[in-house]
């Protein structure tokens, strides 16, 4: 079993910055993937980002090439999202997610969210 809680979630006004944060709990010592996911209100839900569990692989989903950054420090048991140059699209409610299998196909676990809401 794997626990997620993220944080790091505010309001930010457009072309801000801002960095979500995911710990892990309980299964940590598995060489699991790391994925981000969104949900605008009244949208479905869409893939943001996500890593291999030692940084060998990266995807970003194309509305956040070049402006989001994902990382995970596996000391800390912990991931991250840096998001740049914000616009009020990005509001969603960002979900960190868990692929124990490793290989980013299928995400099973997965935290609370966190709201980021980007005003213009």
């Known amino acids: 079993q794997v626990q997620l809680v993220e944080s790091g979630g505010g309001l930010v006004q457009a072309v801000g910055s801002l960095r979500l944060s995911c710990v892990a709990s309980g299964r940590t010592f598995s060489r699991y993937a790391i994925g981000w996911f969104r949900q605008a209100p009244g949208k479905e839900r869409e893939f943001v980002s996500s890593?291999?569990?030692?940084?060998?692989?990266?995807n970003y989903g194309d509305s956040v090439k070049g402006r989001f950054t994902i990382a995970r420090n596996n000391a800390k048991n912990t991931a991250y999202l840096q998001m740049n140059s914000l616009r009020y699209e990005d509001t969603a409610v960002y979900y960190c997610?868990?692929?124990?299998?490793?290989?980013?196909?299928?995400?099973?676990?997965w935290g609370q969210g966190t709201q980021v809401a980007v005003s213009s």
């Open positions: 997610t868990a692929d124990i299998a490793g290989n980013g196909f299928a995400y099973d676990y």
């Open positions: 890593i291999s569990w030692n940084g060998g692989w990266i």
